[in-house]
């Protein structure tokens, strides 16, 4: 069975810096495209960043220049390196596939902008 553990969220000030992981477990992990995946309170889950197998990446405009996805496939991880946080980015991050499927949403990782 599958799972997707998530962590890195935090508090930070606007302007910081924050590296969220994603590890899966229990998939063939380097086979599958992955993407970062936000919801924030009272808003609709929405695409923040993808990557291929081969480490090709697409990011959401909101995103684009300030937020940096990759991935580790020896270690099963992806990775968003998130700098010049602003107050909109705070949402739970998730990891999955790319498209998402169902089973693969794990617990997310908070990320709160705020001074």
């Known amino acids: 069975q599958v799972q997707l553990v998530e962590s890195g969220g935090g508090l930070v000030q606007p302007g910081g810096s924050l590296r969220l992981s994603c590890v899966v477990s229990g998939s063939s992990f380097s086979f599958y495209r992955m993407g970062w995946y936000r919801q924030a309170p009272g808003k609709q889950r929405e695409l923040v960043a993808t990557?291929?197998?081969?480490?090709?990446?697409n990011y959401a405009d909101s995103v684009k220049g300030r937020f940096t996805i990759s991935r580790d496939n020896a270690k099963n991880t992806v990775y968003l390196q998130m700098n010049s946080l602003k107050p909109e980015d705070t949402a739970v991050y998730y990891c999955n596939k790319f498209p998402p499927v169902g089973d693969w949403w794990g617990q997310g990782t908070q990320v709160t902008v705020s001074s």
């Open positions: 990557i291929t197998t081969s480490g090709n990446t």
